[in-house]
């Protein structure tokens, strides 16, 4: 097995210290950081992705996985801002004002950066102004929002609309999801794609920045 099926390996079983060492030994035996994080890190969290999505494991198993990933990370990420290595795209994620459930939406971020996104997340409750200067000051390419209850629902729209006001929509798009949410509400509301669960929400972002 290559040092890098090995990483990918520790990362799917949550051997956190093991994928730091791998990684480590990697950098040591010259391999480039790109290939690095393509087969061993983020190859290892798509493998995570598609058994969380068959329901082959559950969110504990993913969040061991995630603490794994980001202990290699550490190791690499030095590496990659020295050579400038672009990330997949850049996401800006919370969970709409008003809302506090954040579990979701944190799930959704673990599989963003894991799948090779920068992600700016700002958490629970978070105001339409503030997504949109998020977004604008980070050049992010996508804003995610998350809602759990109906009531917090027309936020969205708010967001949506301060997008166009400000001539960014189209520019910087948008992925709704949560529990209440439907295709047809982010129709309605103009948004440019909804996720019923975190693995789709990840090929929802990357279908938008592709």
């Known amino acids: 097995m290559s040092i890098l099926e090995q990483i990918s390996a520790e990362l799917q079983r949550g051997e956190e210290e093991r994928v730091g060492e791998l990684t480590r030994q990697a ?6 950081p790109q290939q690095i994080l393509d087969q061993g890190l983020i190859g290892g969290m798509n493998v995570i992705g598609e058994q969380f999505r068959d ?8 969040l061991l996985a995630a603490r794994a ?7 690499l990420r030095p590496l990659l801002i020295k ?13 709409v004002q008003g809302d506090l459930h954040d579990i ?6 673990i599989m963003l950066r894991g799948a090779g996104f920068e992600v700016i997340d700002l958490g629970k409750d978070v105001t339409p102004d503030r997504f949109v200067t998020a977004a604008e000051e980070s050049g992010a390419q996508v804003i995610g929002m998350s809602a759990l209850l109906t009531t917090t629902m027309p936020v969205m729209k708010q967001v949506i609309g301060l997008l166009e006001e400000k ?18 509400f982010a129709r309605q509301i103009g948004a440019d794609a909804y996720a019923f669960d975190g693995a789709n ?3 929802r972002v990357k279908a938008l920045v592709g």
């Open 55 to 62: 329901h082959e494991i559950f969110l504990p198993d993913v």
């Open 83 to 95: 050579e400038g290595i672009p990330t997949s795209g850049k996401v800006v994620i919370g969970t």
């Open 201 to 203: 929400a990840i090929d």
């Open 27 to 32: 950098i040591a035996e010259g391999l480039a």
């Open 167 to 184: 001539g960014l929509k189209g520019k910087v798009r948008t992925v709704i999801g949560g529990a209440p949410l439907s295709e047809d």
């Open 104 to 109: 979701g939406k944190n799930l959704v971020g």
């Open 69 to 75: 990933m980001y202990a290699g990370m550490d190791e």
